[in-house]
T-cell receptor
Framework: DTEVTQTPKHLVMGMTNKKSLKCEQH?????MYWYKQKAKKPPELMFV???????INESVPSRFSPECPNSSLLNLHLHALQPEDSALYLC?????????????FGQGTRLTVV | AQSVSQHNHHVILSEAASLELGCNYS??????LFWYVQYPGQHLQLLLK??????LVKGIKGFEAEFIKSKFSFNLRKPSVQWSDTAEYFC??????????????FGTGTKLQVIP
């Protein structure tokens, strides 16, 4: 199984809603990531979890709250988002944080904030 | 901090034409290099990677890339493209440092359109 599974595939939410994005992998990877990709732009790193602990927060606003309940799951809790937060949210995982490892990406959740 | 430049934003080729997509990076130390592909409506997939050793690396689907350290380049090539190669291609760089998280930086992407 070399897949990173993200749910839902599409999400429309209002600015006062609370929603969560989910990501799951069963490759035994111990590093997991959230990226944000706007149209016609490259993915931008948001968070890194390493061994279920938050390792990197790339100055992401607090309306995005990540959570790593176990080594296979990564959530992104969303609250009071703005329309400019509409984007494709990508989850990725890699074996660990070491030098020689590549990231495997999920299909993403396309989020629209109305 | 590292950066990645992909100078071709949109490339249109006929089937069987040869492909070369440019990628240059900026970083003072040793790096790992990647090419990812994103087919329409699909997720990012790794095409090929360079960590060390032979600077000419071969990936999936007939793609190859050459790392030229003196030019800070990692260009992607394919001798004969197919319609199914229509996709967006991202070059990415990751510094090689002992310990700590190694941030991956992506280029802005090149959209390849192959005309039958």
């Amino acid at each position: 199984d070399t897949e990173v599974t993200q749910t839902p595939k599409h999400l429309v939410m209002g600015m006062t809603n609370k929603k969560s994005l989910k990501c799951e992998q069963h490759m035994g990877h111990r590093a997991m990531y959230w990226y944000k990709q706007k149209a016609k732009k490259p993915p931008e790193l948001m968070f890194v979890y390493s061994y279920e602990k938050l390792s990197i927060n790339e100055s992401v606003p607090s309306r995005f709250s990540p959570e790593c309940p176990n080594s296979s799951l990564l959530n992104l809790h969303l609250h009071a988002l703005q329309p400019e937060d509409s984007a494709l949210y990508l989850c990725a995982s890699s074996l660990n944080r070491s030098m020689n490892t590549e990231a495997f990406f999920g299909q993403g959740t396309r989020l629209t904030v109305v | 901090a590292q950066s990645v430049s992909q100078h071709n934003h949109h490339v249109i080729l006929s089937e069987a034409a040869s492909l070369e997509l440019g990628c240059n990076y900026s970083y003072g130390g040793t790096v790992n290099l990647f090419w990812y592909v994103q087919y329409p409506g699909q997720h990012l997939q790794l095409l090929l990677k360079y960590f060390s050793g032979d600077p000419l690396v071969k990936g999936i689907k007939g793609f190859e890339a050459e790392f030229i350290k003196s030019k800070f380049s990692f260009n992607l090539r394919k001798p004969s493209v197919q319609w199914s190669d229509t996709a967006e291609y991202f070059c990415a760089v990751m510094p090689r440092r002992l310990g700590g998280y190694q941030k991956v930086t992506f280029g802005t992407g090149t959209k390849l359109q192959v005309i039958p």
